[in-house]
């Protein structure tokens, strides 16, 4: 038997050193923008969120990390429109001493747990219109059989061994930790107890016979993996920190617990005595949902994107791939990071009572408004705060003011009394400029608008590419501000549908302010569905005319023909985005809290 601790490895087994190179290298999809054409079997794209633990009910930070899962997946379904082409997996965690503990807290069977919790965040998530083709349960049959499967395989090739695992282990956190990252805080009896340093949970000095996969030999393919993928983690901070992770000593993973202990997760198999580890168990929830041990998952696995909190990084970036090239398989294609929210400067838990109710958010700003909200603030590289009136300030100015605004300007009756994509003119709206005539009315500015919204696909395209759907989001809002100070340089509303000479003009600011809407609306669609669908439906704009592919922006100004000119417009269906009333009794409470 070996003796291994958390903090220290006393002995290193002796086996083969493993190299990357004895791993099927990934085969990435072309992450080129706006491609269409890729081929069925490189168009495909697997986005996954984490599973969440069912010990308590879902807050904004859950929510933000499916929201973000669901919006990169959405602008890849608009690139790549095919439905078979894109699969999006989320789901609950339900094995564990955490969840064991919570459901004998609760005075609950830990299934009784799982089923209420689970379903809470179904229905939230289905409520928020996260468009997941999959929601896995940690319990459920197909589940067990791929972990026991995974298990079967590194066993089989000689990666886990029985040793005496001790340290201290964090249930809130399901990890061992080393001393570093422990404490001691004084309890209320007036002993001082260790607790995570990070956390602030609880920790219990822990020694017994374990399962231990050999992770420290992992640690030169994970740096192969890593050095020769830069973009394997993102945003790049992240990726640098695993590196630097990996410079320290990668010390064997206890990967079971004693099921007299846990009882609560998937038996070790061949050995009851004994329960899977619940981070090996939830990880593997990423290859059931693609069919694993099924062959149908290898054509899935390689397109692979996980989307992660910084908090589960090392789980993700070191553990799960050093499982993965351990199972003969390659590390996951993409891992994107994001960081989290606070609530008006403190960490939301349920102790300090500042957990922010995700439905509450729902209902009071809609779906689409509270949506916006977190993906146009939350900014991957660092934490967010979150507070009532920074909501209300930004999407009264940016969705109900200058986006909204922007509609009726150009569709209302008094301005636009044919309801039709008026005619471009192209001896007003030469597409040379610096022409001078007397019929030429643009003006630089106006160039500039149209030269910034015709680049605004790709700048978005790649921005979610980076995993900086915040900065994807500001590009769309910059034209939208843009667009409005073209409608008022121009003010259609001083010209004369009657006059031979206004009537040109006009009609081109409206075709040119009808054209950028469209690419605005077009662009939404994976952060504010419902509210880009009410758009792009008043413009006219048919479902088959909302993928990327379709979008080409202002052809008449280009030279080719435009299928929305003459069209008739949507039908009226009332403010895009009303104003969010301040004077709101929950509004009013807020502020006084
Ligand atoms: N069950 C594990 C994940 C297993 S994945 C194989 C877990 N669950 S969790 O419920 O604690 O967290 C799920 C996700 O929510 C993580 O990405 C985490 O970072 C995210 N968030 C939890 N609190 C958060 C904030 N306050 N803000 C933003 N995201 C947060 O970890």
Not at 183 to 190: C, D, V
Not at 357 to 380: A, H, I, K, S
Not at 519 to 524: A, D, E, H, S, W
Request: proline share 7%; aromatic share 10%; glycine share 6%.
């Amino acid at each position: 038997m070996v003796q291994i601790s958390a903090l220290r490895l006393l002995r290193r087994p002796g086996t083969r050193g493993v190299s990357l190179l004895e791993y099927s290298t990934p085969r990435h999809y072309s992450s080129s923008p706006l491609r269409a054409r890729d081929d069925a079997r490189d168009a495909r794209a697997f986005f996954t969120t984490p599973i969440f633990y069912v010990n308590a009910a879902p807050h904004i930070g859950h929510l933000y990390s499916a929201l973000l899962a669901d919006a990169l997946c959405r602008h890849r379904r608009l690139r790549v429109p095919s439905a078979s082409a894109t699969r999006f997996s989320t789901g609950t965690d339900e094995h564990g001493l955490k969840i064991q503990q919570a459901a004998a807290a609760a005075g609950l069977a830990p299934t009784e747990l799982c089923d209420r919790v689970s379903a809470q965040f179904q229905q939230l998530f289905r409520e928020a219109g996260i468009s997941s083709t999959d929601f896995i349960r940690t319990t459920e049959v197909r589940h067990r059989i791929a972990v026991q499967h995974f298990w079967g395989l590194l066993k089989a090739r000689g990666l886990l061994y029985k040793g005496l695992y001790e340290g201290w282990y964090c249930a809130s956190e399901e990890c061992f930790l080393p001393e570093a990252k422990v404490t001691r805080q004084p309890s209320s009896s007036g002993n001082s107890c260790p607790v995570s340093l990070e956390s602030g949970h609880p920790v219990v000095w822990t020694k017994e016979e374990n399962y231990i996969f050999r992770l420290s030999q992992f640690r030169e393919p994970l740096q192969q993996w890593l050095r020769g993928d830069p973009q394997a983690i993102t945003p790049e901070p992240f990726h640098h920190a695993v590196l630097q992770w990996l410079e320290e000593e990668l010390p064997d993973l206890s990967v079971s617990r004693r099921s007299s202990h846990l009882h609560w997760g998937i038996p070790v198999p061949g050995d009851d005595s004994q329960t899977i580890y619940v981070w090996l168990d939830a990880l593997v929830n990423y290859l059931t949902v693609i069919g694993y041990p099924n062959a149908e998952f290898k054509s899935w696995w390689p397109t692979t994107s996980h989307i992660i909190g910084k908090d589960i990084l090392k789980f993700h970036a070191i553990y799960w791939p050093a499982l993965l090239l351990g199972a003969g398989m390659s590390p996951p294609h993409r891992i994107y990071v994001h960081s989290h929210w606070t609530v008006c400067g403190q960490k939301m838990s349920k102790s300090l009572g500042n957990v922010v109710d995700p439905r509450t958010c729902l209902d009071r700003y809609t779906v689409d408004g509270f949506r916006y909200f977190l993906l146009r603030q939350g900014v991957p590289n660092w934490d967010c705060d979150y507070y009532d009136e920074k909501v209300v300030k930004l999407l009264d100015s940016e969705l109900a003011d200058a986006l909204g605004g922007l509609l009726n300007r150009c569709t209302a009756n008094r301005i636009n009394p044919s309801g039709t994509y008026p005619v471009f003119c192209t001896t007003c709206f030469p597409s040379e400029p610096g022409l001078v005539g007397p019929s030429v009315r643009a003006q630089a500015e106006d160039y500039a608008l149209v030269s910034a919204v015709a680049t605004l696909p790709k700048q978005v395209a790649d921005h979610y590419d980076n995993f900086q759907i915040y900065k994807a989001l500001e590009a769309v809002s910059s034209c939208v501000r843009q667009t409005n100070g073209f409608v008022q340089r121009h003010a259609p509303w001083k010209l004369n549908w009657e006059s031979p000479v206004d009537a040109p003009w006009l009609g081109t600011v409206l075709h040119v302010a009808l054209e950028c809407l469209r690419v605005f609306g077009t662009l939404l669609q994976p952060v504010t569905p419902s509210l880009a669908d009410k758009l792009l439906s008043r413009l006219g704009v048919s479902a088959t005319e909302r993928g990327l592919g379709e979008l080409c922006f202002l052809p008449r100004f280009y030279g080719h023909p435009c299928p929305f000119e003459g069209r008739r417009l949507g039908p009226e269906t009332g403010l895009l985005f009303p104003r969010l009333d301040q004077s709101r009794a929950w509004l009013v409470k807020a502020h006084r809290t």
